[in-house]
């Protein structure tokens, strides 16, 4: 594999193609993703903007490789939905499709959804933003030839989201292994309009009024219920981080579904769908290639995979009685360690 260019050598390769304008540009990288190097550059007095290359290894325990050309699917992305919900993506500074690398505007005093969510915080209002935006995208793209050309090839979804998130449970739990197989047969068909694939609250970034959504490697023409499956799993495994806020979560999963519903005129067309992939995702979090690092418990991950293996035996599971029943239970659960 050959290696990335250090920042050093990166710098330098910025400066010689204008992208910045001294050699001298501070470079202060930034963390929380695993599949990039995101720089902070402060670029002379008064310009600060970040900037983003892909790696090939992604930074986490199990080996997981992927092409370095989602970061110009990435771009695209930023620029399609800057067309009809500019303020929702960040302001693209400069592209390099050579270098694989682009710089946009650093969004001074905005918050990261997921650090506020893991203390309990839930706003209401920004889980109506976070169902607008996504209902909104999906409809404005949907059905659109174009750009299911641009962003099709599922062989580039599948190496990022299908096989590490489901294929990655075919091992360990066998009992669904034909459930598993016909959801990556489906999803490798299934075109309908642009999805961000990655729409977790670790990618969202606020001011408390505008919601900017982030890394967008993952950008494909696909199913519109893989984003908001993507999305709830998150807050759901949040809510059993914090059983103190259960009721606030809640409220939160009521208000982002009701924002959804009410921008889609296809969400009804969803609810089966997410009743497979809501928890096989749950799964996926606790032992597919990308666990989530919150929830490192032996009961923690246990309550995961039993819900959803209850959840998956279940025939008439809806999105509601998932949603209730996964409350009830949490209850329950928080009820009985409090007295031990």
């Not at 008064?46 to 110009?72: G, H, M, P, S």
């Not at 609810?271 to 290639?289: E, F, V």
Request: glycine share 6%.
């Amino acid at each position: 594999m050959k290696a990335s260019p250090s920042a050093s050598e990166f710098r330098e390769q910025l400066v010689a193609r204008g992208h910045l304008s001294s050699i001298s540009a501070e470079f202060q990288a930034l963390t929380g993703g695993v599949s990039s190097e995101i720089y902070l550059v402060k670029d002379g007095d008064d310009r600060q903007i970040v900037v983003k290359r892909a790696l090939e290894k992604l930074k986490v325990e199990q080996d997981w490789f992927a092409d370095r050309k989602r970061n110009l699917y990435e771009q695209a992305f930023f620029e399609v939905v800057s067309s009809f919900a500019s303020p929702n993506v960040p302001a693209i500074l400069f592209q390099d499709s050579e270098l694989l690398a682009f710089g946009m505007e650093y969004l001074e005093g905005f918050s990261c959804w997921k650090d506020e969510l893991i203390l309990g915080e839930c706003d209401q209002h920004l889980g109506r933003l976070a169902g607008e935006f996504l209902a909104v995208m999906h409809e404005e793209t949907f059905g659109d030839e174009n750009l299911e050309r641009r962003f099709g090839g599922y062989s580039r979804f599948r190496e990022l989201r299908v096989t590490p998130y489901l294929e990655a449970l075919l091992p360990t739990y066998t009992e669904f292994n034909e459930l598993i197989q016909s959801e990556v047969s489906r999803l490798s068909t299934c075109s309908e309009c642009l999805i961000h694939g990655d729409y977790s609250p670790k990618n969202i970034l606020h001011n408390g009024e505008r919601l900017v959504a982030l890394d967008a490697e993952v950008a494909y023409y696909g199913d519109p219920a893989f984003d908001l499956a993507f999305l709830l799993n998150h807050l759901f495994l949040k809510s059993l981080h914090s059983p103190s806020h259960l009721t606030s979560f809640s409220a939160l999963i009521d208000a982002t579904l009701k924002a959804y519903g009410e921008h889609s005129v296809r969400f009804d067309l969803l609810g089966s769908r997410m009743t497979i992939l809501l928890p096989l995702l749950m799964l996926a979090r606790i032992d597919g290639k990308s666990p989530v690092e919150y929830l490192n418990t032996d009961s923690q991950k246990r309550f995961v995979r039993d819900f959803a293996a209850e959840t998956l035996r279940a025939a008439d599971s809806s999105l509601q009685s998932i949603q209730s029943l996964w409350f009830e239970k949490l209850a329950t659960l928080s009820y009985d360690n409090t007295k031990h």
